[in-house]
């Protein structure tokens, strides 16, 4: 039942494994790349950015107050001023007005355009008496420097330097950034179409009723909600049985795909349906990491065409870890990743890479959950991942690691 593709060798590095999924799938994030598509902002949640964007306006486009305050200048505070006209946000007429004599302060909304006289603004509640005065009236305000409170013109984002590279996934706040600079269409990457098959007897898709002995299918869900975060498009994702010509049917069904991600079926087993389903093509290797071992890669035969496969092992945190660890980096780039201490000790086998689930514990990281890959609780309580490195057996309390934020 073993397939003669199995390597029998030393596990591989980390590393290696990386760099032969990246090989696997350059081709294909490059031809995507090179192909790109033009959607609305409305519609760009998700994507990944095929062009860097430039700015095209100056973020602020103009200086503005920070306060709803009196804007003055600096040179006659501390002191008892008049009261100029009122100036609000969206309306530039009172910003615009010809310079008024010194000695004057103007009441000025928070977001309203600075005066060109004006270099400061004060907060209304600094005032004396801390409210908004009549033009003409008297107000005494205290010292304030040059510059206070006053966002200048492109001090965000300036006109004509970047604002997002190339590559970048499209979320909540580069969208805002992008509105804001008056960039309604942009270009993003074609969708990567990708096909997700979960296999393995015992799976149930959600919503219906689990009989003895089976589970739900978290996987499907799990890494379809991963690679539509990675900008990735979701074509398909089923459960699939544990029959290696129910496999090879699966996959000759497909069609429009990039890449087929396979969960499950990859390990020492007696129904091991990924292996024993891919008699060529596919490598079965042992990657020295834990969770996320045992890994398939390689191409199938999907209606003439050699499509890339990635085969990641069935326990949910081991295919998460595989996916963060070798397609996320491609897809979406790396995470933010820090250098924190240990809460507490750890130990783990010398051999293998281990990425355990953590917590953000201010100058440190708390390990949740223990190593063991079927452990969705603690992986949703988490919101990092621990790297714990070859050559390391125990790890004291205070150990520095490197951790990648989620
Ligand atoms: N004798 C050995 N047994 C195992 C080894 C080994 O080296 N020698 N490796 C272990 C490791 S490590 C892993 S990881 C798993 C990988 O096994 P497979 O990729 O073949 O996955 P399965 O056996 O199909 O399933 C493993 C585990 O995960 C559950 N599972 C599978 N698919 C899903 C899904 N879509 N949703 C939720 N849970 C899923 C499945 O029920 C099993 O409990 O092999 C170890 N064994
Ligand atoms: O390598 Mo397995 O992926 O530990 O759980």
Not at 57 to 66: A, K
Request: glycine content about 12%; overall charge negative.
């Amino acid at each position: 039942m073993t397939s003669s593709r199995e390597s029998h060798h030393a596990p591989r590095s980390v590393a290696a494994h990386a760099a032969a999924v990246e090989e696997l799938l350059r081709p294909v994030v490059d031809r995507l790349s090179g192909h790109p598509e033009t959607v609305p902002l409305s519609a760009a949640r998700g994507r990944v950015l095929a062009e860097s964007v430039t700015a095209p306006l100056d973020l602020p486009p103009f200086d503005n107050s920070q306060m709803d305050g009196y804007a003055a200048r600096s040179v006659d505070l501390p002191g008892t001023l008049r009261v100029g006209a009122t100036i609000a946000a969206g309306h530039s007429d009172a910003a615009l007005a010809p310079e008024p004599s010194p000695g004057t302060a103007a009441p000025i909304m928070t977001g309203a355009m600075l005066p060109a006289w004006a270099d400061a603004v004060v907060p209304v509640e600094a005032a004396v008496p801390s409210r908004f005065l009549d033009e003409g009236e008297e107000i005494s305000l205290p010292a304030a420097p040059a510059g206070q409170f006053v966002r200048t013109r492109g001090s965000d984002v300036a006109l004509g330097s970047g604002a997002l590279e190339a590559g970048t996934v499209l979320g909540p706040s580069q969208i805002a950034l992008l509105a804001a600079l008056g960039v309604a269409r942009v270009s993003v990457r074609p969708l990567l179409r990708v096909a997700l098959l979960s296999t393995g007897d015992e799976l149930v898709p959600v919503g219906e009723p689990l009989p003895t002995g089976r589970i739900h299918d978290s996987n499907g869900p799990m890494l379809t909600a991963a690679l539509r975060e990675a900008g990735a498009g979701v074509v398909q994702a089923h459960t699939q049985e544990d029959s290696p010509q129910g496999f090879r049917d699966a996959l000759a069904r497909l069609d429009g795909v990039d890449l087929v991600i396979s969960t499950g079926g990859v390990s020492q087993g007696a129904f091991e349906v990924v292996k024993q389903g891919l008699s060529e093509g596919v490598d079965f290797v042992s990657v020295a990491m834990q969770p996320g071992g045992p890994q398939a890669l390689g191409t199938v035969r999907i209606a003439g065409a050699d499509v890339p496969f990635l085969g990641f092992p069935g326990n949910p945190v081991s295919s998460l870890v595989s996916f963060e660890m070798f397609l996320r980096p491609l897809l979406a780039g790396t995470r933010p990743r820090i250098a924190l201490r240990l809460e507490g000790a750890a130990d783990k086998p010398a051999g293998k890479h281990q990425v355990r689930r953590g917590r953000l514990n201010g100058d440190r990281v708390t390990l949740v959950g223990g190593p063991g890959s079927h452990l969705l609780h603690a992986l949703a309580h988490s919101d990092c991942l621990v790297h714990l490195p070859v050559g390391l057996g125990h790890a004291p309390d205070g150990t520095e690691v490197e951790v990648w934020v989620l």
